[in-house]
């Protein structure tokens, strides 16, 4: 019997839809800033090992296109050029390994995630499917959500010792379960983001990927979650 398009076959296919579904379990213990730097670095180790050790995704590797070769160069240079920034600043080698880190969180994974999507070949189903189940738990927690400003709960929960790595802030790892609008006194809701406007990309970005599951079910309830 063939295997269903929509179910995780490989190691990355899996590590990608677990994480996708373990989103909220994340969110609750401050772990979401966290995530998506540790899992574009896992991907593009699976990569290049794979493209040592498998003749077929070495064959990919030797087929890359130029603009993933493009962004690996520019995301290189960018940390090229932080190293010798601080050198020119004396800035001292904890600063400089400080800011390595950073890159490594952030700019890197411009480079990382074209990298590790073009030699793995995720398919997209399992990325469609995931997204749809994330729906499925978020639409059961939404009544929660709407009901925490009016029944006493605080905005936020908790703010997570994960903050030690290090971040833009702290609200990065805070449970948050809604916020006040300054000025206007009314709710808002950020869900998984870190604020509300960005919940709202999120939104859109969920509509586009559930739209294109092939389970009309499964499809409704990524739409109505986005």
């Not at 639409?139 to 010792?161: C, D, Q, R």
């Not at 808002?188 to 739209?211: C, D, E, K």
């Amino acid at each position: 019997m063939a295997a269903s398009t929509d179910h995780p076959q490989t190691a990355a296919e899996r590590l990608i839809s677990a994480a996708i579904q373990s989103t909220w379990l994340l969110w609750l213990v401050g772990g979401l800033y966290i995530a998506g730097p540790v899992i574009g670095w896992t991907l593009a180790l699976m990569a290049c090992w794979l493209a040592y050790v498998d003749a077929a995704v070495s064959e990919r590797f030797a087929r890359l296109p130029l603009t993933i070769w493009l962004w690996i160069a520019g995301m290189a240079a960018m940390l090229l050029i932080l190293w010798i920034g601080h050198a020119s600043f004396d800035l001292g080698a904890a600063k400089t390994i400080k800011s390595s880190i950073g890159w490594a969180k952030g700019w890197a994974l411009i480079a990382l995630f074209p990298l590790a999507g073009a030699l793995l070949q995720v398919r997209e189903a399992v990325i469609y499917r995931a997204v749809c189940k994330l729906g499925a738990q978020t639409l059961m927690l939404m009544p929660l959500f709407l009901a925490t400003p009016f029944i006493g709960l605080p905005e936020t929960l908790w703010v997570s010792p994960l903050k030690i790595v290090g971040g833009p802030g702290p609200e990065y790892f805070a449970t948050t379960l809604y916020t006040i609008e300054p000025g206007v006194g009314t709710p808002r809701w950020q869900f998984f983001a870190p604020w509300s406007p960005a919940a709202g990309m999120i939104a859109v970005i969920f509509v586009l990927l559930a739209v294109r599951d092939e389970s009309v079910g499964w499809r409704t309830v990524g739409i109505v979650a986005g």
